[in-house]
């Protein structure tokens, strides 16, 4: 009782909703689960089969009607149920992939990560850009949307990267101690971080005009945060993985990591930027505290297991690939999609190039930074709210999305055969390995303990008498068996 007006609680989840919820989340993670072991064995990684599950099980190609239409109603409240769910993986993911980057390797390699990054935006930006301007009328949004802001809007949906989509292929194909690995998320993270403040920029010029000030502001929010951070944010966050890595049991280490991720995406999302930026930077922070990164693996395989599956099902919920029927919108669909390509692959690989690096590298970076995923998803659902893209042009932008993400691998994949690894990411993949749970180092070392045993054993009895026979386990082992 306040001031004599009586608060009355909030009502909680309608039982139906809660079904509905509850169903869609175990379909989508079932269906995911199969589709991603079954491309895993045609040699491709999970992720497109994660990805083709919300186009399978969406309104593209209608399967099973009722069904779909139960699991997935169109009503906004039950939809946001599976939004929130999805969103949360997707932060927790970029998290998790932020505390396996070296940033000792950043360091000395800064300048080719903004060399990459920066033509890798500047090229299809402008490329986008160029298209925008003559696209057909049939699949732009009628109303007052100039064609410039359009053209802005389909530039800045060409020069994003995905992050999420990234970092989970990357570990699908166990490329994340690589270093064309690591380039790839510093320069997807810078390319990401300049694409939402381009973003804001086209959405403030499509409703209330371009304004300088806000721009500034937001540059400055996004330098100030990154600053804090690098400083006062990596010595709290260390005090705090020292005192949660004292227990026997990873809980409370997970616990932290996972509330320091979502403070830094809360952060962002205050300071009006992606929430994702913010997530990834938390994770580079939670990166420098080595003791806790085995710790760390519960939570690892959570995300990579079950949360990001939902996530990356959820964004092909939205795809109706029946506009494709029409010429028109087919062909241009693939003009867009054949301009989106060759504009990130061309700038990644001239970037690569200018720093002095191979050929197969180029080719690597290329590749990687393509993939664009559900952060186009979203910059679409953003045209779409403000009237920049009708529906059409929307399904376009997400199925450029989903094509980009799914070619990426098998490239991705050749490319790196052909890098000869370094004895530096060697070192880096058996801490990767030991800090999800592989744990070769403590096989390595048993067998290790088994080899040296049995030289002292002969005919079930130990020698008694002079020093063991030089045998097999008393070779260093350990170097051979990692």
């Known amino acids: 009782m306040t001031g004599g007006t009586h608060v009355h609680p909030v009502p909680p989840l309608a039982p139906h909703s809660l079904l509905v ?18 491309a895993a064995r045609i040699g491709m990684p999970a992720i497109v089969g994660e990805l083709a599950t919300g186009v399978i099980l969406g309104p593209s190609l209608h399967l099973l009607p009722r069904a779909s239409h139960w699991l997935f109603p169109t009503d906004a409240n039950q939809v946001h149920l599976l939004d929130g769910i999805a969103q949360v993986g ?6 998790v992939t932020g505390t396996q980057l070296d940033l000792g390797l950043l360091r000395r390699t800064g300048g080719t990560a903004l060399a990459v990054s920066g033509l890798n935006l500047i090229t299809p930006l402008t490329l986008g850009v160029t298209l925008g301007l003559f696209l057909p009328a049939t699949v732009v949004a009628s109303g007052h949307t100039s064609r410039v802001v359009l053209a802005l809007f389909v530039g800045v949906t060409m020069c994003v990267s995905a992050i999420p989509v990234i970092a ?11 270093n064309p690995g690591q380039l790839i998320l510093a320069a997807g993270s810078i390319d990401d971080a300049v694409g939402w403040l381009l973003l804001s920029v086209v959405s403030a010029a499509a409703t209330t005009g371009v304004r300088t000030g806000h721009v500034l502001v937001t540059v400055a929010y996004l330098i100030a945060f990154v600053l804090l951070a690098g400083t006062v944010g990596r010595v709290g966050v260390k005090k705090v ?46 990166s420098v505290s ?8 519960a939570l690892r395989t959570l995300v990579l297991s079950v949360l990001a599956p939902l996530f990356l099902a959820t964004a092909g919920l939205r795809v109706d690939v029946t506009v494709l029927a029409r010429p028109m919108v087919a062909l241009t669909a693939l003009v867009i999609a054949l301009v989106a390509i060759f504009g990130k692959f061309a700038g990644a690989y001239a970037g690569a190039r200018l720093r002095r690096l191979g050929r197969w590298e180029g080719i690597a970076l290329g590749a990687g930074m393509n993939a664009r995923g559900v952060v186009e998803v979203v910059i679409a659902l953003t045209g779409l709210r403000l009237g920049v893209l009708n ?19 098998p490239v991705l994949r050749h490319a790196m055969s052909r890098i000869t690894q370094t004895d530096e990411e060697l070192v880096r993949k058996i801490d990767h390995d ?4 592989v744990e070769r180092v403590q096989r390595a070392v048993v067998q290790c303990s088994r080899l040296a045993r049995r030289p002292t054993l002969r005919g079930g009895a130990r020698r008694s008498k002079g020093p ?15």
């Open 21 to 38: 919820f509850l169903a869609a989340v175990a379909v989508l993670l079932a269906v995911a689960q199969l589709l991603g072991r079954l």
């Open 90 to 95: 997707a932060v927790l993911l970029v998290g």
């Open 168 to 178: 989970k292929t990357l570990s699908d194909m166990r490329l994340l101690h690589r």
């Open 241 to 286: 993985l020292i005192v949660t890595t004292r227990a026997d049991e990873p809980g409370p280490t997970v616990a932290a990591a996972v509330v320091i991720i979502l403070a830094g995406a809360v952060t962002t999302a205050a300071l009006g930027m992606e929430p994702i930026f913010g997530a990834f930077i938390a994770g580079t922070v939670i």
């Open 290 to 297: 080595r003791i806790a990164q085995r710790q760390l693996a």
């Open 391 to 409: 529906t059409t042009t929307y399904t376009i932008v997400v199925l450029v999305a989903l094509v980009t993400s799914i070619m990426a691998p």
């Open 434 to 437: 030991t800090w999800d749970g």
């Open 468 to 482: 063991p026979r030089p045998g097999y386990g008393d070779r260093p082992m350990h170097r051979r068996a990692l």
